[in-house]
């Protein structure tokens, strides 16, 4: 079977806007993004017609547009579809950083395509573009009951699980320059085999 390739045009971290939410576990997918934008240069400025702060650098011949939606995550489709439309993404060149429950925190996954997983972000970006895009899934573990999940999304993660986090998110900007390259399954092997 061929390496399956990526062509990352846009990277979109998943959060919700407003101080109240800054540190929780929910915002993961900002603080990530945050990450990448500090790591790559780039800053991000509030860009009304695209609903959210927008930024972009360059790798090779190429730009890499970087968003966090200002809608609020069941919103998270508005942001992406608007921005993608204009510079002419297509869904299979987008990278969602979102918070995952059914991974632990240290825990950071590739995953192309697939369901939402009652993930109101991912939900409705889905219904604005499609599930072709690729998602950066950021473990953030299950609080153990269903009922008790958007309480728990919704708090800022323990110290020890912060630390664990942070250091899983260091090790998915280790594998970005793998995924611009386009070789999406050694940047799978890598970040996945790390945290084996």
């Not at 934008?37 to 400025?45: M, N, P, V």
């Not at 069941?74 to 950083?97: D, H, M, T």
């Not at 299950?142 to 800022?156: I, S, T, W």
């Amino acid at each position: 079977m061929a390496p399956r390739k990526a062509d990352i045009r846009l990277i979109v971290g998943l959060g919700n806007p407003g101080t109240k939410y800054t540190g929780t576990r929910h915002n993961a997918g900002f603080w990530l993004l945050d990450d990448m934008a500090r790591d790559r240069g780039a800053s991000l400025r509030p860009e009304s017609r695209f609903h959210g702060e927008v930024g972009k650098f360059r790798y090779g011949d190429r730009d890499v547009h970087l968003l966090k939606p200002g809608t609020f995550m069941n919103r998270s489709g508005q942001s992406v579809a608007a921005l993608a439309r204009y510079f002419k993404i297509r869904p299979e060149q987008i990278l969602v950083l979102h918070d995952e429950l059914d991974l632990p925190p240290g825990d950071n996954r590739l995953k192309v395509g697939g369901g939402h997983g009652g993930h109101n972000g991912l939900r409705d970006i889905i219904q604005q573009i499609g599930r072709d895009f690729l998602r950066l899934r950021i473990g953030i573990g299950h609080p153990g009951d269903r009922n008790q999940v958007v309480n728990y999304v919704l708090k800022a993660p323990s110290r020890e699980d912060l630390a664990a986090i942070e250091e899983a998110n260091q090790r998915s900007l280790e594998i970005l320059p793998l995924l611009l390259e386009g070789y999406l399954d050694k940047a799978m092997q890598q970040l996945h085999s790390k945290q084996e």
